[in-house]
């Protein structure tokens, strides 16, 4: 990864050629734009994004796949770089995931609004992915995002597809690819330029009491609501999921327990989606208490 970090940051061409091929693996496409626009002045980044964006474009005009998830991973390409001038600028991932909800939210009113007849087309494949897994069966046709929305609408039970579902998995999705991409970005980054700025960051991510306390009173009201309003909940725990993560790196590092609770940490997280609201809720009584505070005295001890 250093090596390719490096051949990235040696030019525009070299890192316009690496956003243009990167888009046949997943994240690197994205996260070669994060690099350059937190490292170098805007114009760099924009230019390196329209070699990001041309097979995507490629997919939306001609592609055979489903033209709202086209759009969707461009718009996913795209946002990396409001959001990386966003982290540049303020130096604050608390911040920097705001815009990362604000982004991919706007995002998919957006494309809804342009892509009505692509969403009512997704709407009824969705619908029959649904009906299929409803009835305990094997869905013969459909794509693993198809397979991976209707798993959330039945796991949420939702019992009719929705424009407020759709809309609200793509915004969850994209702003997952946003996360994952900028994460990446910053860690060549560091690696290249600041050795061991990233593992400081992360550990030390921990929202505001008053930012928290919103976002946990967002994920309260969808929870109450009607089920297609879950993934819009997913969406609004997702800093305090990746704020939770931060913490357990720090308390694993702190007492010094090895890798292996890490690996059984995100193989629960996988087998066990509960998990995740067990790390939401750690990171809300993180942003009143400051359990990182309480943990460095005991040390001394």
Known sequence: MRALAEFIMRGRLQASLVALAGNLVPLISPATVALVTLRHPL???????????????????WGDVSPLLAATSLVGVMGVVPVAQVLRQTQSWPLTLV???VVSGAAMGLVASVAAEATTLL??????????????????????????????????????????????????????????????????????YNPGGFRAEFHGLRLDRVLAAGLIIGIV??????????PWASLLGL???????????????????????????YFGLVIF??????????????SVFDFRARLRPRKGQ
């Open 239 to 265: 800093p305090l999921l990746l704020a939770g993560l931060g913490l357990v790196h720090y308390t694993v590092q702190f007492w010094q327990l090895g890798v292996q609770w890490l690996v059984l940490l």
């Open 99 to 101: 815009a990362i909800l």
């Open 123 to 192: 709407l009824a494949e969705l619908q029959s992915v649904l009906e299929t897994l409803k009835a305990g069966d094997t869905p013969q046709t459909g794509s693993v995002f198809h397979l991976l929305m209707g798993a959330m609408a039945v796991g949420m039970g939702l019992e009719q597809a929705s424009v407020l579902f759709v809309l609200g998995f793509l915004a969850w999705l994209t702003a997952m690819q946003l996360v994952a991409s900028l994460l990446l970005g910053r860690w060549w980054q560091a690696l290249l």
């Open 43 to 61: 114009q760099e980044g924009l230019l390196v994004l329209l070699w990001a964006c041309l097979p995507l474009l490629a997919m939306v005009m």
């Open 273 to 286: 989606s509960p998990l995740s609201l067990v790390l939401v809720g750690i990171a809300f009584l993180d």
């Open 221 to 230: 009201a969808c929870n109450l609501g009607a089920a297609e309003l879950g």
